[in-house]
């Protein structure tokens, strides 16, 4: 996997991982997605992310590559990402202030670039806009089987320049978010697992440094 091609998934997942729900506000996917989005400011978060190579024919894909991840942001406008965290492999990303940085510990290379060109339009947007969801992505329910344990909803992108064709968010009973799924626009599938979420987080500055 490209580490800076897997920002724009990962971080559009980090932004719409925002929280868990209050069981007083339990009910569809999209009335969770919209609460999450206007509660959080900050977050972080443990996940597991499985990616899924375009398929060499249609809807066949190959089994995924698995990357554990650690993220954690701070609206309006940062964010850091550590994929393979403690490896010696590790890759970790920083945004703050427009700039993204990273730093590949496999080859010791470093690099920075505008976040504008290295993440998803609408993960910049969900990212800096809280409240503002459905402005950026429209959301409609999924049926479920009668008694399930969990909810969905699915979101349509409609954020100019996006990458992502469409996604879909799972909820636990209890409201908690548990995994987000993205097909981008190369056919590309990621799904990201959720481990651990910890919402309104205290942040400090050099927590979104290198």
């Not at 698995?66 to 990303?93: Q, T």
């Not at 080859?107 to 993440?119: F, N, P, Q, R, Y």
């Not at 969990?150 to 409609?158: D, E, H, T, W, Y």
Request: charged content about 25%; glycine content about 10%.
């Amino acid at each position: 996997m490209n580490p800076i091609r897997s920002l724009s998934c990962i971080a559009l997942a980090l932004t719409l991982t925002l929280g868990p729900a209050l069981s007083a506000h339990a009910g569809s996917a999209t009335a969770q997605l919209q609460y999450l989005d206007k509660t959080t400011y900050s977050g972080s978060l443990d996940v597991s992310v499985d990616l899924y190579d375009p398929p060499k024919k249609p809807g066949q894909y190959e089994a995924p590559k698995r990357y554990p991840a650690k993220l954690l942001f701070e609206r309006p406008d940062r964010f850091r990402m550590v994929l393979r965290p403690g490896e010696k492999d590790e890759f970790i990303a920083v945004a703050e202030g427009g700039i993204v940085r990273w730093l590949d510990r496999a080859t010791g290379i470093s690099g920075k670039e505008e976040a504008g060109k290295v993440t998803d339009p609408l993960a910049l947007a969900l990212l800096g806009s809280a409240g503002e969801l459905l402005r950026f992505s429209a959301s409609k329910d999924l049926v479920m089987p009668k008694g399930s344990k969990i909810s969905g909803a699915r979101l349509q992108p409609n954020t100019w320049g996006s990458g992502v064709e469409a996604g879909l968010a799972w909820f636990s009973s209890d409201g908690k978010p548990i995994g987000f799924e993205f097909l981008l626009a190369d056919d590309t599938k990621v799904f990201v697992s959720v481990l651990l979420f910890q919402q309104n987080v205290q942040t400090k500055p050099d927590d979104f440094k290198l």
